[in-house]
């Protein structure tokens, strides 16, 4: 049987972003959080067969849209990546977004505003359209906060490491300059992901109970590895360097780890509220970041960041997943 998926491809500042608007699975759930347990459970072969090899690629990151579960909203957004269904993906919203308006998918209730529900909440986005193409996409992202500050682990290439955990729609290790390691500059992308892929498991072997979300318990764990180190350009306030997946380096400067990151410079008093923290990613494009708000979760100080972004719409795509295919569902090398 031939199962066939018509896509929109774009990129977000580098980073690929497949929104695949026709073949989407009928989802049980009261919100996108259970629409994502669902998919998961049942029809997670249609996110291998697209994301991964030989019809994705390692970095290889999209979405399907869902009408809303609260009719206040425009609609719901489901991401599939090489690395599973992630709660909240920034670079995926702005692409999916950018793409959605653009090509006519998307019609918000109110022009210039998209309430669009994530598995990790409501994202509210703003955006603008000059000569019919989305020039930027600015979204305030869910709560993020600093969920660990000073932890250890042993790195079998660089030795002992210190790093600090925060929370942006996924937890994540952040590993800024020390001793034993100068910064992501003095590293090539395949080094950092070999030297990340290490620290991901040993970390949540570590410390297997401490990163859950305070408010939602299905999010659990440190997904991604947050690398720092020198701006290439005097406009940055900071580079990175994310891994995801198995060998993924994000092209773009990532948006729930820049809000993640802000958490963590609000929380040692390096960032206030409303200043602008451009985020320059490991191929040197960019976003901008500010502090919306100042806020807690449970007893926990937090931020709702925004993120300011910029995608371009690429291709046209039908893609057919044939049972009869050996590689239906992908596979990984
Ligand atoms: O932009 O949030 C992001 C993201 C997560 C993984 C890749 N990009």
Redesign the pocket.
């Known amino acids: 049987m031939n199962h066939t998926f018509k896509c929109i491809d774009g990129h977000?500042c580098g980073?690929p972003v497949r929104v695949v608007t026709t073949g989407a699975p009928v989802l049980k759930g009261r919100n996108m959080s259970e629409k994502r347990a669902h998919f998961l459970k049942e029809f997670d072969w249609i996110r291998t067969g697209l994301m991964f090899e030989p019809r994705g690629h390692d970095m290889m990151?999209g979405c399907f849209f869902y009408p809303p579960s609260d009719p206040e909203n425009d609609l719901g957004i489901l991401f599939i990546?090489t690395?599973g269904c992630?709660p909240?993906?920034?670079?995926?919203?702005?692409g999916a977004m950018t793409i959605g308006l653009q090509e006519g998918l998307i019609v918000p209730k109110t022009p210039g505003v998209i309430r669009l529900e994530t598995p990790a909440g409501l994202v509210i986005v703003r955006y603008q359209i000059k000569a019919g193409k989305v020039e930027w996409v600015r979204f305030t992202n869910v709560k993020s906060y600093l969920a660990g500050q000073d932890l250890e682990v042993e790195s079998s290439y660089l030795g002992r490491l210190s790093f600090d955990v925060a929370y942006?729609?996924?937890f994540y290790a952040i590993f800024d300059p020390q001793e034993n390691f100068r910064g992501l500059q003095d590293y090539k992308a395949s080094e950092l992901i070999l030297m990340a892929r290490e620290l991901r498991e040993r970390i949540n072997e570590k410390y297997p109970s401490h990163f859950i979300h305070l408010e939602d318990a299905t999010i659990i764990g440190v997904s991604?590895i947050l690398w720092t180190g020198n701006p290439l350009s005097e406009k940055a306030t900071a580079r990175n360097a994310?891994f995801?997946g198995d060998k993924?380096i994000?092209r773009?400067?990532?948006?729930?780890?820049?809000?993640a990151r802000m958490a963590q410079w609000h929380f040692k008093g390096k960032l206030k509220k409303g200043a602008p923290f451009i985020h320059e990613s490991f191929i040197g494009s960019t976003f901008i970041g500010s502090i919306e708000e100042e806020t807690t979760i449970g007893e926990y100080p937090a931020i709702i960041p925004s993120i300011q972004g910029w995608a371009k719409v690429y291709g046209y795509n039908t893609i057919t997943i044939d049972d009869e295919d050996p590689f239906c569902h992908g596979f990984q090398v």
């Open positions: 977000t980073n990151s990546e690395s992630l909240m993906c920034g670079h995926g919203t702005i942006g729609g996924n991604h994310v995801y993924a994000d773009s400067p990532c948006g729930t780890g820049t809000s």
